[in-house]
C-alpha cells in the first residue's frame, strides 16, 4: 500500500507563488508515475501535471502550461509542483496521485493512489 502526504498549500494573492510537496512511502517510489490533480468546488477532479518515473518527461493541462513545473527526487521519495503566476482560477484542493506503469494518464480513475489533498486559495 502507498501512502501520499501532501503538503504547502495555503492562501496567496494573485501573482504569487506556492511549492506543493508530496511525499511517498509504502512503495518503490521510483517505479511509479506521479501527478498531480485539482478540483474546485462544484467542479470534477482535473489532471494538472504528470512526471514519468524516472522524471524525464512531464505533462502538463494546458491552463498551468508555462506557469506550473513538475518535478521528482526519487532519493527523497518526493514529488514537487511549483506554481507560479497563480490565479484565482488555480484556487482548489490539490491531490497527490501515483500509478505503477510506465504510462501516463490523465483521467483520475486510472490512478490508485491518492493522498488527502492541501488547499491552495488564490485571492484576487
Given at each position: 500500500?502507498?501512502?501520499?502526504?501532501?503538503?504547502?498549500?495555503?492562501?496567496?494573492?494573485?501573482?504569487?507563488?506556492?511549492?506543493?510537496?508530496?511525499?511517498?512511502?509504502?512503495g518503490s517510489?521510483?517505479?511509479?508515475?506521479?501527478?498531480?490533480?485539482?478540483?474546485?468546488?462544484?467542479?470534477?477532479?482535473?489532471?494538472?501535471?504528470?512526471?514519468?518515473?524516472?522524471?524525464?518527461?512531464?505533462?502538463?493541462?494546458?491552463?498551468?502550461?508555462?506557469?506550473?513545473?513538475?518535478?521528482?527526487?526519487?532519493?527523497?521519495?518526493?514529488?514537487?509542483?511549483?506554481?507560479?503566476?497563480?490565479?484565482?482560477?488555480?484556487?482548489?484542493?490539490?491531490?497527490?496521485?501515483?500509478?505503477?506503469?510506465?504510462?501516463?494518464?490523465?483521467?483520475?480513475?486510472?490512478?490508485?493512489?491518492?493522498?488527502?489533498?492541501?488547499?491552495?486559495?488564490?485571492?484576487?
Amino acid at each position: 500500500q502507498v501512502l501520499l502526504v501532501e503538503s504547502g498549500g495555503g492562501l496567496v494573492q494573485a501573482g504569487g507563488s506556492l511549492r506543493l510537496s508530496c511525499t511517498a512511502s509504502g512503495g518503490s517510489f521510483s517505479s511509479y508515475i506521479m501527478a498531480w490533480f485539482r478540483q474546485a468546488p462544484g467542479k470534477e477532479r482535473e489532471f494538472v501535471a504528470g512526471i514519468r518515473r524516472s522524471g524525464s518527461g512531464t505533462a502538463y493541462a494546458d491552463s498551468v502550461k508555462g506557469r506550473f513545473t513538475i518535478s521528482r527526487d526519487n532519493a527523497k521519495n518526493t514529488v514537487y509542483l511549483q506554481m507560479n503566476s497563480l490565479k484565482p482560477e488555480d484556487t482548489a484542493v490539490y491531490y497527490c496521485a501515483s500509478r505503477n506503469s510506465i504510462a501516463m494518464v490523465y483521467a483520475s480513475a486510472q490512478y490508485p493512489y491518492w493522498g488527502q489533498g492541501t488547499q491552495v486559495t488564490v485571492s484576487s
